[in-house]
């Protein structure tokens, strides 16, 4: 947890950052240092957005509730990695998939998926995944295939297949052959430590606790209305803005918690309304007694261990997706649900979260339910959607909205920048790497626009 060591922000600064999330923090660090001052404005009492890392003595390892992978060659999240000496593992192990009352090996989930991914075309007339689904990319003996590709959208992307652009995914939407995008990585010590590493030292420059209602611009000059815990109102002014909020709470209506007042309007958030989304995810942690899946399965063919499993990719409704923590041996999993799946579940206690997630890995490994409530410890979860500085898990583009990303991400009249995964010009959406670069991209363009107004002021 970091808080601003005053109790107020300044009144004035060079930059003001709306956000403590990872984009938000990669731009005040670039900033910073290059000598431009700035406030970071975080509506939280923690930094780091959506990576929320929870720490527990009972296990070794941090506990993800929000970010938790890192996918793909991700060279900037890596190179900061390892500035930061923070230890990232690849995970590897056994992929299994139900079929019928059946685990079978899914190692080829990757190759199986692209038999259908390969097919998808980024010039044309764009269309909705479900659409492209429906001319049976593959072929007749591809059924199976895109029933993979459907779950894998969803679940990865955390998106409504009805809706997502399918440009969108031929650009990016999956690794394909490429083995090295194909690599998953995580940490072992938790994700935070990223936000740590990029606010180390400029505690003083984050106020947390503190929500941002009205941005009033003009060209050239910004000022910000912010309202802390306490009740208190401030304002800031600044030369420059960068908005790196989720895209939910961008797009949240006027006097909703959470949401923004621009004034005058930003014509390009409304247009992002009609080429951009949040999308869902629910996710429950689970804490075991002991690592009881390697233990001999009825479901599981004869003389197959569990023991390397990484992945199981289920029968459950609710939950279609676990993950151990692989190649960690510690006994935890994790129950996860992306898309429309997941958005039913928005609003749902956590205790009957964490029932739905028990029944879920019962089903996807074919045991009773009592075997698996009778190894529980503990359970932690967090509802994205209902999180009103969240509004959703991350963005994806809709049909006909392949470019939203680059779109949002120009500059408004050399004053104000949006930022985040959801405003990444490199299409990275729903990742990480794609918020630090879209923070640092941001920033390096409001630095030019500085240097501009001074040289053509003559100071």
């Known amino acids: 947890m970091v808080k601003s060591i005053n109790p107020l922000p300044p009144s004035e600064v060079d930059v003001v950052v709306v956000g403590a999330g990872v984009a938000g923090l990669a731009a005040m660090r670039l900033l910073e240092d290059r000598g431009i ?13 959506r990576i929320f890392t929870v720490h527990d003595q009972r296990l070794p390892h941090g506990i993800e509730l929000g970010a938790e992978f890192i996918h793909g060659s991700a060279p900037e999240l890596v190179e900061l990695l390892e500035e930061a000496k923070i230890v990232a593992y690849s995970i590897e192990g056994d992929r299994w998939r139900i079929r019928g009352k ?17 097919h998808l075309e980024s010039d044309g007339e764009d269309e909705s995944f479900a659409d492209f689904l429906a001319r049976s990319p593959g072929g007749s003996k591809a059924r199976d295939e895109r029933t993979l590709a459907q779950q894998f959208v969803e679940g990865f992307h955390a ?4 809706r997502i652009s399918s440009k969108a995914l031929a650009d990016g939407g999956s690794p394909g052959d490429d083995v090295e995008e194909q690599r998953q990585m995580r940490t072992t010590g938790g994700y935070d430590g990223v936000a740590a ?43 420059a803005a960068i908005v790196t909020v989720p895209l939910g709470v961008l797009l949240a209506p006027n006097k909703e918690e959470g949401a923004i007042q621009f004034s005058p309007t930003l014509g390009i958030v409304e247009q992002a309304r009609r080429r951009l989304t949040m999308g869902s995810v629910a996710r429950v942690v ?31 409704d609710d939950f279609p997706v676990c993950w151990t923590l692989h190649p960690a041996h510690l006994p935890a999993m994790v129950a996860w649900s992306g898309g429309p799946k997941a958005a039913r579940m928005a609003g749902v206690s956590h205790d009957e979260k964490v029932g739905r997630a028990v029944a879920a890995l019962a089903r996807n490994l074919g045991v009773t339910r009592r075997r698996v409530e ?8 967090h509802d994205w959607d209902t999180d009103p500085f969240s509004r959703g898990a991350y963005s994806y583009p809709l049909v006909g909205g392949s470019n939203g990303a680059k779109e949002l991400a120009r500059p408004i009249d050399s004053t104000s920048w949006l930022a985040g995964e959801g405003a990444d010009a490199e299409g990275r959406n729903g990742t990480v790497t794609g918020a630090i670069g879209s923070g640092r991209a941001a920033a390096r363009s409001v630095a030019r626009a500085i240097a501009s107004r001074a040289t053509a002021s003559g100071r």
Request: hydrophobic share 45%; charged share 30%.
């Open 37 to 49: 001052r700035t406030c970071v404005i975080e509506a939280r009492e923690r930094i780091g957005g």
């Open 102 to 118: 059946k685990l079978t090996h899914a190692n080829d989930f990757w190759a199986r998926i692209d038999t259908v991914m390969r």
């Open 159 to 162: 998106a409504d297949i009805r």
């Open 197 to 239: 590493w990029l606010a180390r030292g400029l505690d003083d420059r984050i106020v947390a606790d503190t929500v941002v209602e009205r941005v009033e611009w003009e060209k050239g000059s910004v000022s910000i209305s912010a309202r802390a815990k306490s009740g208190r109102l401030a304002t800031i002014h600044a030369r």
């Open 286 to 316: 689970l804490l075991f007694r002991e690592r009881w899946w390697t233990e001999k399965m009825s479901w599981a063919p004869k003389d197959a261990s569990l023991d390397s499993t990484s992945f199981i990719y289920g029968a459950a």
């Open 374 to 381: 009778s190894q529980l410890e503990a359970a932690w979860t």
